[in-house]
């Protein structure tokens, strides 16, 4: 039987997708043939992206937590492409002041920065899918791959907020699936990543000093990841072109580990 991983054609809406990882994924989507919107809450970038992407790729303002917003850029997508295809909620973060450390203990946590990290990562997951999730209802078809994370498996020590709204993305990862399906179409697929420890600019204060060493919580990330580094980029893509492709078709509600054998292993 021939598997196939082909995506040429569809159209492919990122969220964040001027960020690092999501940057990747775009260019990968692109690269397979897709028609890539690049959706992002600094247009200028998006914009930049697009214009390297090619292939009739469009950059896009959005803010992920103001549905309007959403709604505007799902109208750009419909007028620019007649339809969309793929979703990849990408939009997401954590933010320093929901961060537990010595100088601001968990019982301190503000409950401003609290909520802006649940609002970005959930709502801006959410909101999204009701979107573009409706426009594939109307269609009968699409993919939705959500952006989770190790944390909703395996909660990290400071970072209670991020934990908590990312275990509440791979939940709604699998109601939406059911939802979908059948309510709508079972050729509605909804599926999330879960990436390990990728290091990026909101985290790596955390995990590298200036000069590039591991600080003490890197050391121990790399001491409980059997594969020994870091992720880098790269390591999404093969996921991510399986789950929205039809190689992938009997599978939905799934929360796939990209995670270098971290939540396989006990330390022991």
């Known amino acids: 039987m021939n598997v196939s991983f082909n995506v040429q054609g569809k159209v492919a809406v990122v969220t964040g997708g001027a960020g690092v990882l999501c940057a990747a994924m775009c260019r990968e989507l692109a690269a397979?043939?897709?028609q890539v919107a690049v959706l992002d809450l600094r247009l200028e970038p998006a914009q930049a992206l697009a214009a390297e992407l090619g292939n009739g790729a469009v950059?896009?303002?959005?803010?992920?937590?103001?549905?309007?917003?959403?709604?505007?850029?799902?109208?750009k997508v419909a007028e620019t492409y007649g339809r969309g295809d793929i979703l990849v909620n990408g939009a997401g973060?954590?933010?320093?002041?929901?961060?537990a450390s010595a100088g601001q203990t968990f019982f301190e946590l503000p409950a401003d920065a609290l909520r802006w990290v649940f609002d970005l990562n959930l709502m801006g997951t959410i909101l999204p899918s009701q979107v573009f999730g409706k426009m594939m209802a109307a269609q009968k078809s699409g993919v939705i791959l959500n952006l989770s994370s190790m944390n909703a498996f395996r909660p990290l020590t400071r970072i209670p907020a991020y934990s908590a709204a990312k275990a509440g993305v791979s939940n709604f990862?699998?109601?939406?699936?059911?939802?979908?399906?059948?309510?709508?179409?079972p050729e509605i697929r909804v599926n999330a990543i879960a990436p390990g420890f990728f290091v990026g600019d909101q985290n790596r204060a955390l995990l590298m000093t200036e000069d590039g060493?591991?600080?003490?919580?890197?050391e121990q990330i790399l001491s409980h990841t059997p594969l020994g580094r870091f992720g880098v980029p790269e390591d999404l893509l093969g996921t991510l072109m399986w789950l929205v492709s039809p190689a992938s078709a009997f599978v939905t509600g799934i929360v796939v580990p990209v995670d270098g054998g971290f939540s396989a292993f006990s330390g022991v």
């Open 173 to 185: 990862t699998q109601w939406l699936a059911v939802h979908m399906a059948q309510e709508y179409s």
């Open 32 to 34: 397979a043939g897709a």
């Open 59 to 75: 950059g896009v303002a959005c803010n992920v937590l103001d549905k309007a917003s959403v709604e505007a850029a799902a109208q």
């Open 213 to 218: 060493s591991l600080t003490p919580r890197g």
């Open 93 to 99: 973060g954590n933010n320093p002041q929901a961060t």
